[in-house]
C-alpha cells in the first residue's frame, strides 16, 4: 500500500507574502495565524503577509514565520481529510513537523523557535562564518577536501541535500579554501549562500547550548505520526527521541538524502510539501524520483493534490 509523507521546509523559503492567501480562505488557518501574533506579542502575521523583506529575512524572524506558515497549511491538509503516515523537516521544518505529529504544541515551538533564531545569530559574530553550496562534486571526495581545507578551523558537512548539492558551513576562510579545492576536485559550481550565521557546523554550539534550556522547559509528547529526523535520518516516536534530535540537530548535518531514502524504503510514494516554497519538492525529485511530490502553501494549491 502507498504511503504519504509530509515534507516541511526549513530557512530560505520564506518570501512576503507568503499564507496570506490560506488566511484569507480557511478560517482555520487564520487562526494559526492568530495563535502565533498571541504566543511572540506581536504581528508576526504581518510580517509574513506584507514583509518587509529585510525584516523577514531576520534568523528570529523566519523561522517563526516559516513554521507558522507551515502548520497553518498543515492544518488545513488535515481539515480536509488529508493525512500523512510519516513526517519529516528540513532543519528548522523538524519543529513544524513535529507540531503535525502532536508531539509538541504549536505556541511553544514558536517561541522556541523565535529563540532558536537568535542564539543562531548571536553564536557567530558577523562575518566570522559563511556557507557554501557545492554542485555536482565527484563522489568519495568531500571528506578529503574538508580535512584539508580547515587548517585549524572549522569547515564539515551542513545539509546533505542531495546526489548533486552538499552545503558547508565554518569559518569563513575555511569554507573559501574547501570552495577552491572542490572545483579543482571537479566540483561543477561552488555557490557562497547569503546567511547570516554558519547553521549546522561546530560554530554553533553555543547556540546549542542556549536552546537545551528551552527544550528542557517543552511540552513534549510521543507522536502520533512517526517522524525521520535530521540528526540521524532514523524514525523517532517517543517525546525524548523528538527532545534529543532538536538538541543534536543544531550543530550536525542535516541528513536529507538519506532520510528521502529511506522514506522510499519504508513505502512512501507520495510527498506533499506543506509550507511555503517548492525546494524540498525539488530535492525529492533527485534523490528519489519515484516519489510524487506535491506541494500545499497557498490556497491555489489545494486544486493541485487531487
Given at each position: 500500500?502507498?504511503?504519504?509523507?509530509f515534507?516541511?521546509?526549513?530557512?530560505?523559503?520564506?518570501?512576503?507574502?507568503?499564507?496570506?492567501?490560506?488566511?484569507?480562505?480557511?478560517?482555520?488557518?487564520?487562526?494559526?495565524?492568530?495563535?502565533?501574533?498571541?504566543?511572540?506579542?506581536?504581528?508576526?502575521?504581518?510580517?509574513?503577509?506584507?514583509?518587509?523583506d529585510?525584516?523577514?529575512?531576520?534568523?528570529?524572524?523566519?523561522?517563526?514565520?516559516?513554521?507558522?506558515?507551515?502548520?497553518?497549511?498543515?492544518?488545513?491538509?488535515?481539515?480536509?481529510?488529508?493525512?500523512?503516515?510519516?513526517?519529516?523537516?528540513?532543519s528548522?521544518?523538524?519543529?513544524?513537523?513535529?507540531?503535525?505529529?502532536?508531539?509538541?504544541?504549536?505556541?511553544?515551538?514558536?517561541?522556541?523557535?523565535?529563540?532558536?533564531?537568535?542564539?543562531?545569530?548571536?553564536?557567530?559574530?558577523?562575518?566570522?562564518?559563511?556557507?557554501?553550496?557545492?554542485?555536482?562534486?565527484?563522489?568519495?571526495?568531500?571528506?578529503?577536501?574538508?580535512?584539508?581545507?580547515?587548517q585549524?578551523e572549522?569547515?564539515?558537512?551542513?545539509?546533505?541535500?542531495?546526489?548533486?548539492?552538499i552545503?558547508?558551513?565554518?569559518?569563513?576562510?575555511?569554507?573559501?579554501?574547501?570552495?577552491?579545492?572542490?572545483?579543482?576536485?571537479?566540483?561543477?559550481?561552488?555557490?557562497?549562500?547569503?546567511?547570516?550565521?554558519?547553521?549546522?557546523?561546530?560554530?554553533?554550539q553555543?547556540?546549542?547550548?542556549?536552546?537545551?534550556?528551552?527544550?528542557?522547559?517543552?511540552?513534549?509528547?510521543?507522536?502520533?505520526?512517526?517522524l525521520?529526523?535530521?540528526?540521524?535520518?532514523?524514525?523517532?516516536?517517543?517525546?525524548?527521541?523528538?527532545?534529543?534530535?532538536?538538541?543534536?540537530?543544531?550543530?550536525?548535518?542535516?541528513?536529507?538524502?538519506?532520510?528521502?531514502?529511506?522514506?522510499?524504503?519504508?513505502?512512501?510514494?507520495?510527498?506533499?510539501?506543506?509550507?511555503?516554497?517548492?525546494?524540498?519538492?525539488?530535492?525529492?525529485?533527485?534523490?528519489?524520483?519515484?516519489?510524487?511530490?506535491?506541494?500545499?502553501?497557498?490556497?491555489?494549491?489545494?486544486?493541485?493534490?487531487?
Amino acid at each position: 500500500m502507498s504511503k504519504t509523507a509530509f515534507l516541511f521546509p526549513g530557512q530560505g523559503s520564506q518570501f512576503a507574502g507568503m499564507g496570506k492567501s490560506l488566511a484569507d480562505v480557511y478560517p482555520v488557518a487564520m487562526r494559526v495565524f492568530e495563535e502565533a501574533d498571541d504566543a511572540l506579542g506581536e504581528s508576526l502575521s504581518r510580517l509574513c503577509w506584507e514583509g518587509p523583506d529585510e525584516d523577514l529575512k531576520k534568523t528570529e524572524n523566519t523561522q517563526p514565520a516559516i513554521l507558522t506558515v507551515s502548520v497553518a497549511a498543515f492544518r488545513v491538509l488535515t481539515e480536509k481529510g488529508v493525512a500523512a503516515d510519516y513526517v519529516a523537516g528540513h532543519s528548522l521544518g523538524e519543529y513544524s513537523a513535529l507540531v503535525a505529529a502532536g508531539a509538541l504544541p504549536f505556541a511553544e515551538a514558536v517561541r522556541i523557535v523565535r529563540n532558536r533564531g537568535r542564539y543562531m545569530q548571536e553564536a557567530v559574530p558577523q562575518g566570522v562564518g559563511a556557507m557554501s553550496a557545492i554542485l555536482r562534486l565527484p563522489g568519495g571526495k568531500l571528506d578529503e577536501i574538508l580535512a584539508a581545507a580547515a587548517q585549524g578551523e572549522v569547515v564539515s558537512a551542513a545539509n546533505l541535500n542531495s546526489p548533486d548539492q552538499i552545503v558547508i558551513a565554518g569559518h569563513a576562510a575555511a569554507v573559501a579554501r574547501a570552495g577552491e579545492l572542490a572545483k579543482a576536485a571537479g566540483a561543477k559550481r561552488v555557490v557562497p549562500l547569503p546567511v547570516s550565521a554558519p547553521f549546522h557546523c561546530a560554530l554553533m554550539q553555543p547556540a546549542q547550548q542556549r536552546l537545551a534550556a528551552d527544550l528542557d522547559a517543552a511540552s513534549f509528547t510521543d507522536l502520533a505520526v512517526p517522524l525521520v529526523n535530521n540528526w540521524q535520518a532514523r524514525e523517532i516516536r517517543s517525546a525524548a527521541d523528538a527532545r534529543q534530535g532538536l538538541f543534536e540537530q543544531v550543530p550536525n548535518p542535516v541528513r536529507w538524502v538519506e532520510t528521502v531514502r529511506y522514506l522510499a524504503a519504508r513505502g512512501v510514494t507520495r510527498a506533499i510539501e506543506v509550507g511555503p516554497g517548492a525546494v524540498l519538492s525539488g530535492l525529492v525529485r533527485s534523490i528519489e524520483p519515484g516519489i510524487e511530490c506535491r506541494k500545499f502553501g497557498e490556497a491555489a494549491d489545494r486544486e493541485k493534490l487531487g
